[in-house]
């Protein structure tokens, strides 16, 4: 199974809730990171990172690479 992560750097008023929809169709819900912003990904235990495929929210693109999120 290919392990790679999906993440979607969602930009205010651009019409990303709904295309956050659609992506989280595609996922079990344990593989969703539940949370949308910077200090929940760094509240989040790395190693449980690990374990989620899709990141969906309001992130900045040098945190997500700081993490190791492939």
Known sequence: MDRRSVVFIHTARTGGTSLSEVLEAQFPSAEVFPG?????????PKERLRSYRLFRGHFSASLIEKLGID
């Open 36 to 44: 949308h912003f910077d200090h929940e990904l760094l509240a989040e």
